[in-house]
Antibody, heavy 122, light 109 residues
């Protein structure tokens, strides 16, 4: 069965960086793009970007351009999301989500990781 | 950027029907996907491409999309349906990416 298992919770100081992992299993890793989505406490979901595990190409939301880097390791079927220059507003649960192309040039997420809480506090 | 608006809350009695709307400019021209999220858990896909259900999702969950409003309908509501629900589209504008609605808390009375 498809599983996305993320790394554990992190506590970081403002200005630091955090790197979260998402290990995929139960399917062919290179066949599906992977997204990263975050959710601040009590808020809705916010899309951060997407990575192609096959070719390592990425696309990031403008809001995170320059601060986010998504990478992958095909040998371990793992994708990573690194966010730098952390500030208190980055406190959130971060999710990876497997991409499925939908209709009308749309994309959605059929499987999600369990989430990783990142707390940014001095 | 594209904005999706949902009512903050919907209350429904067990066995009745819950209707959750998702408003967006000409949303009927886009595919809409819906997620259920229970406290402390990751979202779960319940409807994709306006009205298709993934395997394992009960037929009680259905969707529609036309004009400026998409709708998720939950028939014969059960206590286990109490959760937050989010709509999602893919924005193909100058800053492409997934856009999520503001979320609706469904409370089963």
């Amino acid at each position: 069965q498809v599983q996305l298992v993320q790394s554990g919770a992190e506590v970081k100081k403002p200005g630091a960086s955090v790197k979260i992992s998402c290990k995929a299993s139960g399917y062919t890793f290179s066949n599906y793009y992977m997204h990263w989505v975050r959710q601040a406490p009590g808020q809705s979901l916010e899309w951060m970007g997407i990575i192609n595990p096959s070719g390592d190409s990425t696309s990031y939301a403008q809001k995170f351009q320059g601060r986010v880097t998504m990478t992958r390791d095909t040998s371990t079927s793992t994708v990573y999301m690194e966010l730098s220059s952390l500030r208190s507003e980055d406190t959130a649960v971060y999710y990876c989500g497997r991409d499925i192309p939908g209709e009308k040039y749309s994309y959605y997420f059929d499987y999600w990781g369990q989430g990783t809480l990142v707390t940014v506090s001095s | 950027s594209y904005v999706l608006t949902q009512p903050p809350s919907v209350s429904v009695a067990p066995g009745k029907t819950a209707t959750i709307t998702c408003g967006g400019n000409h949303i009927g021209t886009k595919s809409v996907h819906w997620y259920q999220q229970k406290p402390g858990q990751a979202p779960v896909l319940v409807v994709h491409d306006d009205s298709d259900r993934p395997s394992g999702i009960p037929e009680r969950f259905s969707g529609s999309n036309s004009g400026n409003t998409a709708t998720l309908t939950i028939r014969r509501v059960e206590a286990g349906d109490e959760a937050d629900y989010y709509c999602q589209v893919w924005d193909t504008s100058i800053d492409p990416g997934a856009v999520f609605g503001t979320g609706t808390k469904v409370t089963v009375l």
